[in-house]
């Protein structure tokens, strides 16, 4: 064709944290004030996929999500297209047509193939693909976690496969604020996860206003993240590489319960979970203890939906006592913990 330009598609995974992300410490640079650990899921089911183009023929930079037209606007997508435009013009560019790409607008279009702002991650991954697609369009090397943080926090884990934690960082810039790998893809391949969309209503309070609230309002969040979370990610790290699913699986459950209180502590107080969220709680505890050792672990999100790690050999077992006591649960989705799995297409 005449059609003069690039393109560039990728898939991204969304994350489920382990130990919590629960307030920010510098609103713009999207800085924790905590450390925070998750694992990135497979992507058969829950993935946000993205085409972004450019070209001489594009007369200004566009955004699709989800087939709608959406204003590019965004001051988080637009902190994530600046700052990439940026590292791309810093590369030296010996092949002038290459430089001159960078003057082209972008076109791009971003789905996800489950739903948005459920308290399902779909902003992790979304801001995961947007800048590791961009990244792959503009030719940028190295680590990019930094800049999807810049997006949405939990987004940055979602850059890596496998277990990876989010550095809280010491410096004011947050060029120590980025993600890495705890564990690859293959370390644990019997760890599982189900989902359990309890309701796939969007949010009341999105996260963003949840952990301004808490930052403002309450002491157990200072508490947490002086007091506890340091140790807790040693501790989460140690049972990960030694496979150690009693530590994991309490270590999880302990930490959703302490975000969820950090939540009920601020003022006014927030509560994501719902009266099914806390029936799963109470039935996990239950069939632990009749198990006589951790079989499953819960970990909640800012919403209702309940996420549960468990080990392959117990998945029949926890889906039968969650058909028997929530039928019909054809909401149950498996994943597998597996790697970044990315699509690049140029033209
Ligand atoms: O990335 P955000 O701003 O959507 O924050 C999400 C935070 C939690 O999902 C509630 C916890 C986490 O660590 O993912």
């Known amino acids: 064709t005449t059609w003069s330009g690039r393109s560039v598609t990728c898939t991204a995974p969304i994350n489920i944290a382990v130990i919590k992300y629960w307030g920010k410490r510098d609103e713009q640079l999207i800085l924790p004030t905590n450390s925070s650990l998750s694992a990135s899921l497979d992507q058969?089911?829950?993935?946000?996929?993205?085409?972004?183009?450019?070209?001489?023929?594009?007369?200004?930079?566009?955004?699709?999500?989800?087939?709608?037209?959406?204003?590019?606007?965004?001051?988080?997508?637009?902190?994530?297209?600046?700052?990439?435009?940026?590292?791309?013009?810093?590369?030296?560019?010996?092949?002038?047509?290459?430089?001159?790409?960078?003057?082209?607008?972008?076109?791009?279009?971003?789905?996800?193939?489950?739903?948005?702002?459920?308290g399902l991650a779909s902003s992790a991954a979304g801001y995961a693909c947007l800048v590791y697609t961009l990244s792959k369009l503009y030719d940028i090397n190295g680590d990019v976690s930094d800049i999807a943080r810049r997006g949405s926090g939990s987004a940055c884990r979602s850059i890596y496969g496998g277990f990876v934690q989010w550095t809280v960082g010491e410096k004011k810039n947050g060029s120590d604020s980025i993600a890495k790998v705890v564990a690859d893809v293959d370390h644990w391949p019997e760890m599982r996860v189900l989902v359990l969309v309890v309701s796939d209503q969007k949010k009341h309070t999105s996260s963003t206003n949840g952990m301004r609230n808490s930052v403002n309002t309450s002491d157990f969040l200072r508490y947490r993240a002086e007091h506890v979370v340091p140790s807790r990610m040693e501790e989460m790290i140690k049972a990960i590489e030694e496979?150690?699913?009693?530590?994991?699986?309490?270590?999880?459950?302990?930490?959703?319960?302490?975000?969820?209180?950090?939540?009920?502590?601020?003022?006014?107080?927030?509560?994501?979970?719902?009266?099914?969220?806390?029936?799963?709680?109470?039935?996990?505890?239950?069939?632990?203890?009749?198990?006589?050792?951790?079989?499953?672990?819960?970990?909640?999100?800012?919403?209702?939906?309940?996420?549960?790690?468990?080990?392959?050999?117990?998945?029949?077992?926890?889906?039968?006592?969650?058909?028997?006591?929530?039928?019909?649960?054809?909401?149950?989705?498996?994943?597998?913990?597996?790697?970044?799995?990315?699509?690049?297409?140029?033209?």
């Open 44 to 118: 058969d089911h829950l993935k946000s996929t993205t085409t972004a183009s450019i070209s001489k023929e594009f007369k200004r930079d566009r955004l699709w999500l989800n087939g709608k037209e959406e204003s590019i606007e965004n001051p988080r997508i637009q902190n994530c297209l600046i700052e990439i435009r940026r590292r791309a013009r810093k590369r030296k560019h010996n092949d002038d047509s290459k430089s001159e790409m960078l003057n082209w607008s972008v076109h791009i279009c971003s789905e996800n193939n489950f739903p948005t702002a459920a």
């Open 243 to 347: 496979k150690d699913y009693q530590k994991f699986a309490e270590l999880t459950i302990k930490d959703s319960n302490q975000m969820h209180a950090v939540c009920l502590d601020t003022y006014p107080p927030i509560s994501y979970m719902n009266d099914t969220s806390r029936k799963i709680i109470n039935m996990i505890h239950a069939f632990n203890k009749y198990q006589g050792e951790l079989k499953v672990a819960y970990t909640y999100d800012a919403g209702p939906n309940a996420v549960l790690y468990l080990l392959d050999e117990h998945v029949p077992d926890v889906v039968s006592l969650i058909n028997y006591y929530f039928p019909p649960c054809d909401n149950i989705r498996e994943t597998f913990i597996r790697g970044l799995k990315v699509d690049f297409k140029t033209d």
